[in-house]
């Protein structure tokens, strides 16, 4: 099961900041791709600008798009996501505890900021 | 169908109704090109901001424009995706903000 998840889950950023970056208060390097948690929808343009913006930030994070899984895959991710966010919306961003539902820049930025 | 006939075509349609594409190109023509993308998914366009089931009788409510957009454009100016606002939207004195998930989770069959 966890080598099909991973198959899943694609990788994305090479924790480089955007030179126009917005200034951060977090550590980024305190982030590890096992942190945050994206599952989008790949036709989403708000799962599209916050992923851009995860990666202005220069966090690592896995991202997915629960739209392109089938079958089993597929129940097991939108259950998944109900326990984070029960209206199964995207973007549901899970940065360690917290839950970010929808593109928040603020709620996005707080979340990092917190240990 | 290209993404610039679309926009024509819908512009002509849904404008006289008081629906504007949002001004901001960035937001609305990747949001036509996922809409054609849905078209070639499931043979007709589902909101492309929500999860299809891939079968037009249960997804009828979220084919673009889907049955939620005439309240969230007048409560929020936007429609969940922001391709369709209101004129106020457009001419910035709407506060823009995150549209809230308006469909019912149960609508997700899995």
């Keep these: 099961m966890f080598k099909s998840l991973k198959k899943i889950l694609k990788k994305k950023n090479d924790g480089m900041p ?22 989008a929808l790949s036709t989403c343009i708000h799962c599209r600008n916050a992923k851009k913006y995860l990666d202005e930030c220069g966090v690592k994070y896995e991202c997915v798009h629960v ?20 209206a ?15 593109f928040h820049k603020d ?8 240990d | 169908m290209d993404v610039n006939q679309l926009y ?27 809409l054609l993308t ?3 998914r499931f043979g007709y366009m589902a909101c492309p901001c929500r ?11 979220i084919i673009c424009p889907c049955v939620y957009r005439e309240e969230d454009v007048k409560e929020y100016g936007a429609c969940y995706c922001a391709l369709y606002v209101s004129k106020e939207f457009n001419e910035g004195s709407v506060e823009k903000q995150v549209v809230p998930e308006r469909r019912p989770p149960e609508k997700i069959l899995f």
Excluded: W
């Design chain 1, 18 to 39: 955007e030179p126009d970056a917005p200034a951060k208060s977090f550590d980024m390097e305190a982030f590890h791709m096992n942190d945050i948690k994206v599952y």
């Design chain 1, 67 to 86: 739209d392109e899984l089938t079958g089993d895959e597929r129940k097991q991710i939108v259950q998944e996501v109900k326990e984070h966010n029960p």
């Design chain 1, 88 to 102: 199964v919306s995207f973007p549901t961003i899970v940065i360690r505890d917290k839950v970010v539902v929808g």
């Design chain 1, 107 to 114: 709620k996005i930025d707080d979340a990092l900021k917190e």
């Design chain 2, 8 to 34: 024509e075509m819908l512009k002509k349609v849904q404008e006289p109704k008081g629906y504007h594409f949002n001004a901001d190109k960035d937001m609305t023509m990747p949001l036509l090109e996922s």
């Design chain 2, 38 to 40: 849905n078209k070639e």
């Design chain 2, 51 to 61: 999860l299809a089931n891939g079968d037009y009788e249960a997804d009828k409510d």
